[in-house]
């Protein structure tokens, strides 16, 4: 027991000798774990797009004994529909998985366009740089451009990286709300 109150009074020694910035610093390492937890479970659109179809499925298509008693008896609804074993495997296993798959590609094609119209913006802006610097940010180009060319990234990694260029060369800031919501509808 001595040895917790011991340990207690150092941790509340330890507390009395922080400054104001000192707790500022805290502080915003506390909120940066929270914002990191909270954020790390919300579940990208094709995992939300599988949630809802397969909770329609298990609506419709399924009911627990209680209810299918009460449901025998007239005093609730139950399942709407029976199908056989094999239809309601279909229904709950690759529906969903159809769901995800069809939502991650619609989302992707639509990340794609958000990403060329960014960086057509970012190309404009970076048009307006001095010499000096659109011309690293043209070697470094002709550079993504070899790279490619050599095997060494595929298309979309050249995309990418070409659209970071961009970004970084534009010397506009992505908004960390809207890098959130891309990561999640990409995720």
Sequence with gaps: MDKISDIAADIFDR??????????????????????????????????????????????????????????????????????????RFLSVLLPLFAAGTTAYSVQKLLRYFREKEMERNKVLAGQLGGELQ?????????????????LLSENEYFTKKANLYQTYSRKLPEKVRELIINKLAG
Excluded: C
């Design 15 to 88: 507390l009395k000798k922080w400054n104001k910035k000192k707790i500022a610093q805290e502080r915003k390492e506390v909120g940066r774990y929270l914002l990191k937890q909270l954020f790390n479970q919300i579940p990208g659109a094709s995992a939300v797009a599988a949630l809802l179809v397969g909770g329609w499925v298990a609506s419709t298509f399924t009911t627990s004994p209680i209810t299918a008693t009460l449901a025998s008896w007239g005093l609730m609804k139950g399942g709407t529909r029976v199908v056989s074993g094999g239809t309601y």
């Design 135 to 151: 011309a690293a940010l043209h070697a470094k180009l002709d550079l993504l451009a070899r790279a490619r060319e050599a095997g």
